[in-house]
């Protein structure tokens, strides 16, 4: 509702005629910022890298127990499954795993398996994950590229996809050297103590993160909050970003094109050149854009508008974290798992992977602060300089069946002027680099390839 | 061509026929269009535990204590006490939700200074009592009044919204059962299935018609036959769907919180033209000045303020889990309502302004009731039965009431309703007050202003009551 209230809104249609002509150019300007405590230090910031380990302790988990112990959980009403939210008997079951089974040391390990770092940028404490590459033959170089994560996904979501891009299989292979940040306010990364974080200022770090790396190009690819900072990161420095790689693309501006592809897409589908999926997700538009979205949104409006409230039970109560997180991770994996009674979690992820991601966010406290993204950027409302300005790196798209939104290559091309690659892949949601993280690989594969070649 | 030949080539007894039946019908059609809607809602029934429902029905109505245990405050304590904290941003003061700084105040007042055992004390001066009514134990407080000599007592049913309980009523009470006039009140203040001590529903489905149904037998088994009913919230809505339902047992409707809107594009048109020329389309001042700016006021308000509505209404389970296990962040969960629906403005305070209303320890009774209970997942249920698939049955505001209503319009209640739009709904309004002050919880902050104005509405439907 709150969607459609400002796609009505800023609805120009004088606008509209002017985006069919190609506009000037333009690039996203921004200015500097600073997140710390207090007043900015006259002295130069500190641009160290200081290499990081996850650690636990005893007394962390012992808290942990202690509180999943005292869980006090309340009845789903009779063959509600999913669709009041989680279903209280396989939270237990859930909550039975993560207190018995779930083994932390363990996962903390994995976790360190590839080298973690931490700099200071703007302020903050900025977290990433460096993956490098082994045995590189001679001569060949690796390929640059920054990963970024959504909500409520972390740089964990990428460590089924790492190995596929840093030591792939087949020597015709690219192999990439990956960088993946937490963004500030998320896991490990620290969170901005000032008002107004949002996705441009991300762009912006993490464009500062890749100098101090000493990468002069590389490639982007990201999903949820990734596809935006991605994309605001390729419209601050065109010349930077050699490709921007997505797998989430919802239309950011509403054009006449749009609209009209809207009213006659299903009679006249070859005119607006959609495929049968496209005109499956988008038809009928009322249910598929508006209701399904409003059902889906409510954590979306609330953390839009009231993140403090929203975060203060869930960084209290892990259970309730679970519960808050996970309910995500099964409804958009696949819209259909609402009406299982066990949501469907574990047909494609395994217990272990979404308690790390949701451990990531118990251990640091960082629920609220990544709820407060939400408002920083929705806040403004929609009519924001990045969404009017187009985008001229040459783009990849990965459309996943079962991702939350639909958006037909039309739709996208109206913001992504040099668009390369625009992928049906054959299953999968909205966790696409943790649930299908080899057809992830092999589209982004096939993307810098063709993007290397014209080079 | 054809057709006008043929009537003129009827004879005089055959045209006489057809007069009568198109002037009948044209009367019928007339009588249809100009006719009161009289629409009442179907009364229904309802079971709202798992498997069938038994041959006979327990009408007992047994007494209820409220209690608490050396345990359940140990409990409350420790989790208190192992809070986990998120420093708010700087200047952020409540307009990120509820601030870090005051909340840890109120978790130290609630931890070392609120007393449970002495709040439950204040509880149980009323009588409690629990009746299962359509396989749920419903709980409701029941307040004889003092009655002076040559006063008729009239009974009263109050019913409160989310998050508020019946608590929210302890300061009126005592203003509605010990008056100085003619008449005096007995009160029944029942809490909604799902909230307090008032057993949650079992099955999927129960919305405010059926809350509604459940407060009509109630009313019946404790033998009232006609009384009035008061709300505000979903009381508001209750209490509506109470007068639609049975009519002939609403002596009197009074709201504060009017839910009502004037149909298409008449709400439309004053909207646009009521800004300039108010008394066009029977704006007044007073309407003026609380509904414009229209989108500031309304449009962006309610978007910034129904996030809560959003979740609740669509995943009430995720949403009630992780604050039934953080009784801080319950507190932070609820008061934040308490401090923003009391006046919009105070979301620029870095306490909220919660003080200056309400005193800490009503507040934390009210959330201890959610607490105690483990209510506040079937009460955020209630949105999504509410607003789910019968969203046109159960939120309904246009279908006409008839009972004699009195609205009490107060000045920093969420929506304001003018009175031209309220007569569209409401077809015998007895008064329309524009309140001085008070917000959206009217019988908690302003329990005088509230009173006075029941009472002077009360006085006016009883005396053009036929003796």
Aim: proline content about 6%; glycine content about 8%; overall charge positive.
């Amino acid at each position: 509702l709150w969607f459609c209230i400002k796609l009505l809104s800023t609805f120009k249609f004088s606008e509209g005629k002017r985006g069919l002509i190609r506009k000037k150019q333009e690039s996203l300007k921004t200015q500097d910022g600073w997140w710390g405590v207090g007043t900015p230090l006259v002295s130069p910031e500190d641009d160290s890298i200081r290499p990081f380990r996850v650690e636990t302790t005893q007394e962390q988990l012992e808290d942990l127990h202690r509180r999943i112990d005292q869980t006090r959980s309340f009845p789903s009403l009779e063959d509600s499954r999913f669709h009041y939210g989680f279903n209280s008997s396989y939270l237990r079951k859930v909550v039975s795993y993560w207190r018995n089974d779930f083994d932390w040391r363990k996962q903390v390990d994995k976790l360190n398996r590839y080298p973690h770092f931490k700099t200071t940028i703007e302020g903050i404490d900025v977290h990433y994950v460096h993956a490098k590459p082994k045995n590189l033959p001679e001569g060949v170089r690796s390929v640059p590229l920054m990963m970024v994560h959504g909500w409520p996904g972390s740089f964990y979501e990428f460590y089924g996809i790492l190995p596929l891009l840093t030591e792939p299989a087949s020597p015709e292979d690219i192999a990439f050297e990956v960088i993946c940040p937490s963004i500030p306010g998320y896991g490990f990364s620290e969170a901005p103590h000032k008002k107004g974080f949002d996705s441009v200022c991300a762009a912006r770090v993490f464009h500062k993160l890749m100098k101090r790396l000493g990468f002069s190009q590389f490639y982007v690819q990201g999903g949820d909050w990734g596809w935006l900072i991605t994309t605001n990161m390729a419209q601050l420095e065109p010349k930077t970003v050699k490709g921007l790689h997505v797998n989430f693309a919802p239309p950011a501006k509403p054009s006449l094109t749009m609209m009209m592809s809207v009213l006659l897409g299903r009679h006249f589908p070859k005119l607006f050149d959609f495929s049968e999926h496209d005109i499956k997700r988008t038809f009928p538009c009322v249910q598929k854009l508006v209701v399904d979205a409003v059902k889906e949104t409510g954590y979306l409006h609330i953390q839009a508008t009231k993140p403090d409230t929203a975060g203060r039970a869930l960084n209290d109560s892990p259970v309730g974290l679970a519960a808050y997180i996970l309910e995500k991770f099964s409804t958009w994996t696949d819209h259909e798992f609402t009406n299982l009674e066990d949501g469907g979690l574990e047909r494609k992820f395994s217990l272990d992977d979404l308690l790390t991601n949701v451990m990531i966010y118990w251990t640091s406290c960082s629920i609220i602060s990544s709820m407060r993204f939400y408002k920083e950027n929705f806040g403004k409302g929609l009519d924001q300089p990045h969404s009017k300005i187009p985008v001229i790196v040459p783009t990849g798209v990965a459309v996943f069946p079962n991702e939350l939104m639909h958006t037909p290559k039309l739709w996208v091309k109206q913001k992504y002027h040099k668009l390369v690659t625009y992928t049906l892949m054959a299953r999968g949601g909205h966790f696409a680099a943790m649930e299908e993280p080899e057809l992830l690989a092999q589209d982004i594969q096939m993307f810098v390839k063709i993007v290397e070649k014209r080079m | 061509m054809k057709r006008v030949l043929a009537i003129s080539s009827l004879d005089p007894c055959q045209l006489k026929v057809l007069l009568v039946t198109s002037v009948g019908i044209g009367g019928l059609l007339c009588y249809l269009a100009l006719r009161k809607k009289t629409k009442n809602i179907p009364v229904g029934d309802g079971w709202w535990r798992v498997g069938e429902k038994p041959l006979s029905e327990d009408r007992t109505i047994r007494p209820f204590v409220v209690e608490t245990s050396e345990e359940m405050i140990q409990d409350l304590h420790q989790r208190i006490n192992q809070t986990r904290y998120t420093e708010s941003l700087e200047d952020g003061r409540f307009h990120y939700g509820f601030n870090s700084a005051y909340l840890k105040k109120v978790a130290k007042y609630w931890r070392h200074e609120f007393d449970w055992e002495k709040q439950v004390r204040v509880l149980n001066k009323y009588p409690h009592f629990k009746t299962n009514i359509e396989g749920l134990d419903v709980h409701f407080i029941h307040v004889k009044p003092v009655q002076r000599a040559g006063q008729k007592v009239l009974p009263l049913m109050m019913v409160h919204g989310w998050p508020g309980s019946f608590y929210e009523f302890y300061k009126i009470l005592p203003l509605l059962t010990e008056t100085e006039g003619d008449f005096v009140f007995e009160v029944i203040c029942p809490s909604i299935p799902g909230y307090g001590y008032s057993e949650a529903p079992h099955t999927q489905g129960f919305t405010c018609l059926d809350a509604a149904r459940i407060f009509h037998k109630l009313m019946d088994r404790l033998d009232f036959s006609d009384y009035y009913v008061q709300g505000g919230d979903w009381g508001a809505f209750i209490t509506c769907s109470m007068a639609l339902m049975k009519p002939e047992c609403i002596r009197g409707l009074h709201l504060n919180m009017v839910n009502a809107k004037a149909g298409g594009a008449l709400s439309i048109i004053s909207l646009l033209v009521g800004r300039y020329l108010p008394f066009l389309v029977g704006f007044t001042r007073e309407d003026v000045c609380r509904i414009y700016p229209f989108m500031q006021k309304n449009v962006y308000k309610i978007l910034r303020e129904s996030g809560y509505m959003h979740i609740q209404a669509t995943k009430p389970d995720t949403a009630g889990c992780g604050l039934n296990n953080s009784p801080v962040g319950l507190a932070a969960y609820i008061l934040e309502k308490f401090s923003t629906w009391t006046d919009y403005k105070n979301r620029d305070l870095e306490d909220g302004g919660l003080e200056r209303k309400f005193s800490l320890d009503d507040l934390l009774t009210n959330i201890m009731i959610y607490w105690t209970t483990g209510s506040i997942i079937p009460s955020m249920r209630f949105y999504k039965e509410n607003m789910g698939a019968n969203f046109q049955k159960t939120m309904d505001n246009t279908t006409k009431i008839h009972v004699p209503t009195g609205l009490a319009a107060f000045p920093h209640e969420l929506l304001h309703c003018p009175r031209v739009w309220a007569r569209s709904r409401f077809t015998d309004i007895r008064s329309y007050t524009y309140m001085p002050r008070g917000g959206h919880f009217a019988a908690f902050e302003e329990p005088v202003l509230l009173a006075q104005d029941l009472l002077q509405f009360v006085k006016k439907v009883e005396s053009k009551r036929p003796k």
